[in-house]
Each structure stands twice: as C-alpha cells, then as structure tokens.
C-alpha cells in the first residue's frame, strides 16, 4: 500500500504513520526526518538542506524531489509506503506523480487528517517544545491550510482522497481510516 498522508501541524500524522507503518509492514517517510539524518550525517546533501534551514527558508522542491526519490527506491519500499510531510504544494505531488511512474509505481491513498485550530494548538502546547508559542502556532497552522487547500483538490480531482476526522483518541482515529481503507478495497484482515 502506498500512502501520502496530510493534516495540518497536530492532526497526529506522525502517530498514525507508525501505527499504519506497524500494520502494514512498510516503512514510514518523513522527508523532516530525513533532512535531519542528513544534517546529522554531514552528507553533501545534508548541507544543501542546512543552508536553508538555517536561514529559515524551504528546501527547494528538486532537493526534495531527490530525497523522495532516493528513498522510495529502496528495496523496502518495493511492498508500500507512508509518506509524511510530502507532498506539501500541487507542484510537489506532481513531481510526485512523474517519479512514480519513472519507477514503476503508484500511489493508492491520500488520507487528510482533519483536525480544528484549537485541537491542534492544543496537541502541540502538550508536546511542550520551546518554539511552540499559541501565535506560532496558529500561524503555522493558518499557513499550511492555505498551502495545502490546492492540494487537496488536486487529489479529490484524481480520488484517492480520503478525510478522516482527525479528533478523538488515537484508536479512534486509526480506526476511523482502517474502516475507510476496508471501503476502498485497499485492505481486509
């Protein structure tokens, strides 16, 4: 199974990527993730992504791209996998698209994890992490709606997306899109 997971910061994306990753046997991508293993690692491409880090800017989609494509050209992303964090623009899920097919592959589900303001700034302060400020989060969260508002439609456009309504506890949410996977034929126990 092949899945690209969205929500907005706090809608739980990475604690369902580790469940669906258990259940289904298939590595969990975050490109977060990976940019700071390639900082850490001081790869060439590791300082690439620090030097916009650093100043604050977003990694430029063809270094994405890239590590995206590294990535899923591992062996153990031959049976599926959960990407998290990417795509993030149309033009991203584009390149996205292009890519899959480059290598032989295609993606099965978009599961949007949908989840109010409050109940997210409220996930995030819980975490406690330093720049997690109220106003910082409702601006980071304001943003990623209007980043990602196109993005949804372009995947409604192609169905395979899916809302899930991201409140409630972690089992809930779980299995919320177990039940809609079963739907889609994509998974039966």
């Not at 298939?26 to 620090?50: A, C, D, M, V």
């Not at 978009?110 to 997690?132: C, H, M, N, T």
Request: charged share 35%.
């Amino acid at each position: 199974m092949r899945i690209v997971l969205l929500g907005p910061p706090g809608a739980g994306k990475g604690t369902q990527a580790l469940l669906l990753k258990e259940r289904f046997n298939i590595p969990h991508i975050s490109t977060g993730e990976i940019f700071r293993e390639e900082i850490e690692k001081n790869t060439k491409l590791g300082l690439k992504i620090k030097e916009y880090v650093s100043k604050g800017l977003l990694v430029p989609d063809n270094i994405v791209i890239e590590v995206v494509r590294k990535r899923l050209s591992q062996p153990d992303c031959s049976k599926g996998w959960i990407l998290d964090g990417f795509p993030r623009t149309v033009a991203q899920a584009r390149a996205l698209e292009d890519l899959l097919k480059e290598i032989g592959q295609h993606l099965d589900v978009v599961i949007y994890l949908e989840v109010p303001e409050e109940e997210a700034v409220k996930r995030l302060l819980s975490r406690g992490r330093g720049d997690d400020r109220i106003c910082t989060l409702k601006r980071r969260f304001k943003e990623y709606l209007e980043k990602t508002s196109s993005l949804v439609d372009f995947y409604k456009k192609r169905n395979l997306l899916i809302m899930i309504n991201g409140v409630g506890s972690i089992e809930e949410v779980h299995s919320r899109i177990i039940k809609e996977l079963r739907k889609l034929k994509l998974y039966e126990e």
